[in-house]
């Protein structure tokens, strides 16, 4: 199944006093070029996201962002209220020994100031918590796999399209290849006619054969028909196809362009041209095939 290398999804897990939300958007990258934002308190957690990003999304342009909303408002400083009540028991004693009157306000600024007064805890994550933040980046690479399909199907019919329309080009180059000899012979002929020379008949019937015979684009059709039929096979047939693909496209680039070169004839170079325009396209297409 073709999928495409763009893509957004989301997960949410929700706990009895926290929400996480996990959010994964993906564009067309040569290789997995991963950025990770989450924050502080799943840092622990970061390895297993990695190696869970990796296994689902392959290749591209990834951007994670963790998110966590907490239900209830918590704070990870702590008041160390023992200590707190003793500090404001000195303070209010060295404030009436050295004769100043100290407002509550101010004892209570100066005292949360003291050492080990206020503290900050580091918050544990909980087996359950880490749990939630695993199946919610599951669930985001999960919706963001279904839209890369989605997207991957688009964008496989419209390469099938546009590989038909190259044959159908290369098709219709065939009523000119007779006449295209027949000029050809012609002109040489009309050329040599000027020179008011002496010419060996079989010796320019041979050389005429081994020139038309340069100019012959059989092999070039035949191959670049190979090439479509490689190209479908491998669409229709193989996951993450998108680097083979590429190879494909250029592989009936070549053919195009020799038959481009070997054309010597203006209406197939006119359906060259339209062959080279569908072949580009078909290769911006695939840089966004995984």
Known sequence: MTKSMTGFGKGEATLKDKKITVEIRSLNSKQLDLSLRLPALYRQSEYEI????????????????????????????????????????????????????????????????????VATQTEAVSEEEHAALLAATEAAADRLDAFRTQEGEILMADLLRRVELI???????????????????????????????????????????????????????????????????????????GRKLGFIAQEMGREINTLGSKANEANIQILVVKMKDELEKIKEQVLNIL
Request: charged share 35%.
């Open 50 to 117: 990695r190696t869970l990003a990796a296994r689902r999304l392959v290749r591209g342009k990834v951007d994670i962002y963790v998110t966590v909303e907490n239900q209830k408002i918590q704070t990870p400083a702590r008041i160390d209220r023992e200590l707190f009540r003793e500090y404001v028991g000195q303070a209010k004693q060295a404030a009436e020994y050295a004769g100043i009157e100290a407002s509550a306000d101010a004892l209570t600024t100066a005292v949360l100031r003291m050492p080990e007064v």
């Open 167 to 241: 044959e159908r080009y290369k098709e219709e180059v065939v009523p000119y290849e007779k006449d295209r000899t027949e000029t050809v012979k012609a002109r040489i002929l009309e050329n040599l006619s000027k020179l008011n020379a002496e010419v060996d008949r079989n010796r320019l019937e041979q050389e005429m054969i081994f020139y038309l015979e340069k100019l012959d684009i059989t092999e070039e059709k035949v191959r670049l028909t190979n090439h479509c039929n490689y190209f479908r096979e491998v669409a229709r047939s193989e996951e993450a196809a």
